[in-house]
C-alpha cells in the first residue's frame, strides 16, 4: 500500500530563512503528488501539485516543489519564509495504480517561523 | 473559501450516543471525500464516494458509516461513540472526472468532542 513519510515533524526557522519540508513516498509507477497547508483552526488548501511534466512545481505564495522520481521525493522549498508561513503542511499521493481513489496524506510537518 | 461546507462547526457527545457529519461538496464536485485529523494519527483518510457510490475506503471502523446522496452532499454517521473518536472530521471534495482524483477541496472540519 502507498504511504507517505515526512521526515520532519516540526521545522523551526527564522524569518526570510529558506525552508525545506521532506516528503518521500513508497514506490509506485505512477503516481500524482501535492502539497497542503493548514492554518490554525482551518481545513487544508492546496500549495502546489505535480502531475507530470516539469519537476519543479511551483505554487502559490513562493513555495515550490521537486519531484524526484528516483528517489521518490517531493520536497517542499520557500527561498525565504515569512511569519504568516507559520502552519501545518501536508505531503499527499494519490496512487494511479489503485485508480487514484485514495488520497494518503503524510503525517505533516509543522512549520513554525520565528521573528 | 473552499465552497465546500461542512455542519455544524462543533459538536459535543457522550460515549455510546451516535452523531451525523454533513458535508455539502463544491458546485460540480462528484466526490467527497471523509478525513479524521487527531493529534496521534494525524489526518486518515476514512472514505470516498463518487456520484452516489462508495469508491475508496480506508480506515474506517465498522462503527462508522457513510453515504452520498442524489444531491451529492454527504454524510458521515459515528455511532456507538468512544472518547478516542475525538479529532477533527475533513470533508473534501474533488472533481474527479472518470477514474482519477486530483486536488481535494476541503472544508473547515467538524470538531468532535466525546465526553
Known amino acids: 500500500a502507498q504511504s507517505v513519510t515526512q521526515l520532519d515533524s516540526q521545522v523551526p526557522v527564522f524569518e526570510e530563512a529558506p525552508v525545506e519540508l521532506r516528503c518521500n513516498y513508497s514506490s509506485s509507477v505512477s503516481v500524482y503528488l501535492f502539497w497542503y497547508v493548514q492554518y490554525p483552526n482551518q481545513g487544508l488548501q492546496l500549495l502546489l501539485k505535480y502531475l507530470s511534466g516539469s519537476t519543479l512545481v511551483k505554487g502559490i505564495n513562493g513555495f515550490e516543489a521537486e519531484f524526484n522520481k528516483s528517489q521518490t521525493s517531493f520536497h517542499l522549498r520557500k527561498p525565504s519564509v515569512h511569519i504568516s508561513d507559520t502552519a501545518e503542511y501536508f505531503c499527499?499521493?494519490?496512487?494511479?495504480?489503485?485508480?487514484?481513489?485514495?488520497?494518503?496524506f503524510g503525517a505533516g510537518t509543522r512549520l513554525f517561523v520565528k521573528a | 473559501d473552499s465552497g465546500v461546507t461542512q455542519t455544524p462547526k462543533h459538536l459535543i457527545t457522550a460515549t455510546g450516543q451516535r452523531v451525523t457529519l454533513r458535508c455539502s461538496p463544491r458546485s460540480g464536485d462528484l466526490s467527497v471525500y471523509w478525513y479524521q485529523q487527531s493529534l496521534d494519527q494525524g489526518l486518515q483518510f476514512l472514505i470516498q464516494y463518487y456520484n452516489g457510490e462508495e469508491r475508496a475506503k480506508g480506515n474506517i471502523l465498522e462503527r462508522f458509516s457513510a453515504q452520498q446522496f442524489p444531491d451529492l452532499h454527504s454524510e458521515l454517521n459515528l455511532s456507538s461513540l468512544e472518547l478516542g473518536d475525538s479529532a477533527l472530521y475533513f470533508c473534501a471534495s474533488s472533481v474527479a472526472t472518470g477514474a482519477l482524483n486530483t486536488e481535494a477541496f476541503f472544508g473547515q472540519g467538524t470538531r468532535l468532542t466525546v465526553v
Open positions: 499527499a499521493v494519490s496512487d494511479l495504480n489503485t485508480g487514484g481513489f485514495k488520497t494518503i
